[in-house]
């Protein structure tokens, strides 16, 4: 499968500031999901993009699928120390289903660690 | 609704010994996967589960590596020996996977954290 590649891989802010995390790919994309992932514990489902241009918004997190399907981004506005944790964007590779369907095997980045100075 | 519980939470063992993992995933949910994620990295899919069915296991290690979802529920990942390389934390997720539109938000659970020494 193909690897998504985030950037930076890590960031440090103080509180109030923004950030930007940027996920590329050299190929066409299928969907991108992002999950967060917290120090110690488990990823939780972000946000799911679709359509080329997609810009989704979750109250200070905008979400962004290029037009040609091959970068995404997601963006914090005044990040707060509850934002801390590392962002995943995941590839979703469709996969045949029993059911004639399709299920979706993820292919997740690295991530980018974000920490927030109080 | 419960989330998706694994246990145990941490393990540690002596490189060559056997260890198990166990998973119980949301009420409902067909799908069920397993994943290993090492420090600094993003979670890497072994193997996923449609009910009782191994639909992908293309990346378990199958040399030591084993896995069971015998009655399309509760699932078992299987280490036998363990190696140094293997530490790492263990994340179970289920989504619900049902007919041909599949929903496809993956539930992770809490993972276990395997420490070979």
């Known amino acids: 499968g193909q690897q998504v590649m985030q950037i930076p891989q890590y960031q440090h802010v103080q509180e109030g500031e923004d950030f930007t995390t940027y996920c590329n790919s050299s190929?066409?994309?299928?969907?991108i999901q992002w999950y967060k992932q917290r120090p110690g514990g488990h990823p939780v489902f972000l946000i799911q993009?679709?359509?080329?241009?997609e810009v989704k918004k979750q109250k200070r997190l905008t979400f962004q699928f290029g037009e040609a399907k091959k970068n995404s981004s997601l963006h914090i506005t005044a990040t707060q120390t509850t934002d801390v944790g590392t962002y995943f964007c995941?590839?979703?590779?469709?996969?045949?289903?029993?059911?004639?369907?399709?299920?979706?095997?993820?292919?997740f980045g690295k991530g980018t660690l974000l920490t927030v100075n109080p | 609704e419960a989330g998706v519980v694994q246990s145990p939470r941490y393990k540690i063992i002596e490189k060559k010994q056997p260890v198990a993992f166990w998973c119980n995933p949301i009420?409902?949910?067909?799908?069920l996967y397993w994943y290993r994620q090492n420090l600094g990295q993003g979670p890497e899919l072994l193997i996923r589960?449609?009910?009782?069915?191994?639909?992908?296991d293309s990346q378990l290690p199958k040399d030591r590596f084993s896995a069971e979802r015998l009655k399309g529920v509760d699932s078992t990942l299987k280490i036998q020996p363990a190696e140094l390389g293997d530490s790492a934390v263990y994340l179970c997720?289920?989504?619900?996977?049902?007919?041909?539109?599949?929903?496809?938000?993956?539930?992770f659970g809490p993972g276990t954290r395997l420490t070979v020494l």
């Open positions: 997720a289920s989504s619900p996977g049902t007919g041909v539109t599949s929903t496809d938000t993956q539930y």
């Open positions: 190929t066409t994309l299928s969907n």
């Open positions: 993009l679709v359509k080329s241009g």
């Open positions: 995941a590839e979703m590779e469709p996969r045949p289903n029993n059911s004639g369907g399709s299920n979706y095997k993820l292919t």
């Open positions: 009420s409902g949910h067909n799908t």
């Open positions: 589960y449609e009910n009782e069915e191994a639909v992908d």
